[in-house]
């Protein structure tokens, strides 16, 4: 065997070597040009001066690469930029494909989501996505070797690159001060998509709040609770609270929607509030928001957790709660209530891969009703309209529009697909709450019953180029915060309201901050948590024996 044909050992390709400075403004220029385009277009509609928007980018891409270079450390620049890639390229993801803006409420809904509900946002497209953009960007970062000089000598040279960057960024922004200052005040939502910053900064801010909130205790509400009046009749009060999923006001037809989506609710003696407002755009603000007592101005994720709430006002009165649950769980409503999670026990009847129809928890209502012997407030938190994946939300017999987006990616569905889609999501809601009704008025013989239906928020369907739901409150649009909200009552309840100023008061707004005083009014509880002015029924009930409150 000659020497030449031995086996060569197989050379690995050698490791480019690149400057800190120069890697860190590489970095930058990426991450402004490839993670920003849900802001460059945002930015373009929103500046009417071009000169303006032009000065407004270079001096945003100056910062990019100030604050880039200024963490060009050794040991440190590596893992800051693989995180900033990869949050860059999951920011990005979401932000252009629906309108996401990544605050700390939407991570926290993020986190306390259920691994199948999750599961419908990580699409092939996502993934792809992902490698693209994230994964391969960060094994460039991670595969060269950077060059860093001594440290003095790297300070003087970043310093000389620095400092240039800001003077221009300076002058960026004082020659266009104005027009910046008009179009940041007057679209808040614009510095919010700046990627990956803004989530970045989000996330640290939500790891600090979620280690301060782990320590609160839930401070005594309403211990004076008591039942004013019993039902005339003798029988127990029976108040179902629905907790709609993502339903918005303008896809009913109670409302005015020109599709009949809520033919079986039409056909109930109802009343429907028209112009009613959420508390959040997300269900881990809204539901607890909306069952405490501290309306939507008074209320924040830390003040909800320091209080207690409805539940635990009527469990202060002697009342019955229940929570049953077919979503993401309570948020904490119901940690001292007792609580059952149709969506953990799975039944092959009605779910799949732990995600149910809600005609799972109408299917057992007559039971629970059959048992029934005290006032009681029975919860039904619903899956309801939850996206992407509306089709996954009815039985085939609820299709009636059609034809439906059948996949969890609706931004590649035709909006009319996706909006008949959520329609039928309607359609089986509406189904859902006369299902309800028609299992209480069966037990109208042994209990006095009422029921409220109200959704946690609304959801975007594509208008303004925005999809699902979380948008921060002050930036939000009607479709995500114009929620419906419904009340039937039965004949006991009936007979101490005035009908004809309930359907004035229909009319009139209401929000989330009436549900925790109206449920009160509802049971006859007195507490001194009690407000008349929040409960939407306090100005029509007729009947001394239904008003509550502390003064009665
Ligand atoms: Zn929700």
Not at 45 to 61: E, K, T
Not at 67 to 88: F, R
Not at 283 to 290: D, E, F, I, R
Request: aromatic residues 8%; contains cysteine.
């Amino acid at each position: 065997m000659s020497i030449d044909s031995l086996p060569q050992r197989v050379q690995p390709i050698a490791r480019p070597h690149i400057g800190s400075v120069t890697l860190a403004v590489i970095a930058a220029l990426y991450l402004a040009a490839f993670a920003n385009r849900t802001f460059v277009e945002r930015a373009y509609v929103y500046f009417d001066n071009r000169l303006a928007m032009a000065a407004f980018a270079l001096g945003l891409i100056c910062l990019f690469a100030v604050c880039s270079i200024a963490l060009s450390v050794e040991y440190v620049m590596k893992p800051i930029l693989v995180t900033a890639v990869i949050s860059a390229a999951a920011g990005s993801w979401f932000m252009d494909q629906f309108g996401t803006i990544i605050d700390v409420d939407m991570l926290r809904n993020a986190v306390q989501t259920t691994p199948s509900e999750a599961g419908h946002l990580i699409t092939p497209a996502f993934i792809a996505h992902m490698i693209a953009f994230g994964i391969l960007p960060a094994c460039l970062i991670c595969w060269v070797r950077i060059d860093h000089r001594p440290f003095l000598a790297k300070v003087k040279w970043n310093l000389m690159v620095i400092v240039p960057l800001v003077l221009i960024a300076l002058a960026c922004g004082v020659s266009s001060a104005r027009s910046i200052a008009s179009v940041t005040r007057l679209h808040r939502d614009l510095m919010l998509t700046l990627n990956p910053f803004v989530p970045i900064g989000n996330a640290i801010a939500f790891v600090m709040q979620s280690r301060q909130d782990s320590v609160i205790v839930a401070q005594p509400l309403g211990t004076d609770a008591r039942v004013a009046a019993p039902v005339l009749s003798g029988k127990p009060r029976v108040l179902v609270i629905v907790v709609g999923e993502t339903a918005r006001a303008e896809n009913f037809s109670l409302g005015g929607y020109a599709r009949d989506t809520n033919p079986e609710l039409a056909r109930q003696d109802i009343t429907y509030f028209s112009d009613t407002a959420s508390c959040g755009t997300a269900t881990a603000v809204s539901v607890p928001c909306m069952f405490s007592n501290l309306t939507r101005r008074g209320y924040s994720h830390r003040a909800g957790l320091a209080n207690e709430n409805l539940l635990d006002v009527l469990g202060h009165a002697g009342i019955n709660t229940k929570w049953w649950d077919n979503n993401t769980g309570s948020k904490g409503v119901a940690d001292r209530t007792a609580y059952r999670s149709f969506s953990d026990a799975n039944d092959p009847r009605y779910c799949r891969d732990n995600e149910c129809l809600d005609d799972g928890m109408v299917a057992e209502l007559d039971t629970w009703l059959s048992d029934v012997d005290q006032d009681s407030v029975l919860v039904l938190h619903q899956m309801g309209s939850h996206g992407p994946a509306y089709y996954q939300r009815y039985p085939r017999a609820f299709a009636r529009f059609t034809p439906e987006c059948k996949t969890g990616e609706i931004g590649t569905c035709d909006q009319s697909r996706v909006v008949n889609t959520y329609d039928n999501t309607i359609l089986y809601t509406d189904h859902i709450i006369a299902s309800v009704i028609d299992a209480l008025k069966a037990h109208q013989n042994k209990i006095a019953p009422g029921l409220i239906y109200m959704s946690d928020h609304g959801e975007s369907l594509g208008e303004f180029g925005l999809y699902l739901h979380g948008a921060p409150y002050i930036v939000a649009p009607s479709q995500q915060t114009h929620v419906p909200f419904v009340l039937w009552q039965g004949n006991e309840m009936k007979t101490m309201v005035d009908g004809g100023c309930l359907s004035k008061r229909a009319g009139e707004p209401a929000s989330h901050d009436n549900l925790f005083h109206t449920a009160l009014g509802i049971m006859a509880v007195s507490s001194s948590a009690y407000r008349p002015e929040l409960d939407v029924l306090s100005s029509c009930r007729s009947a001394p024996d239904m008003t509550a409150g502390a003064s009665s």
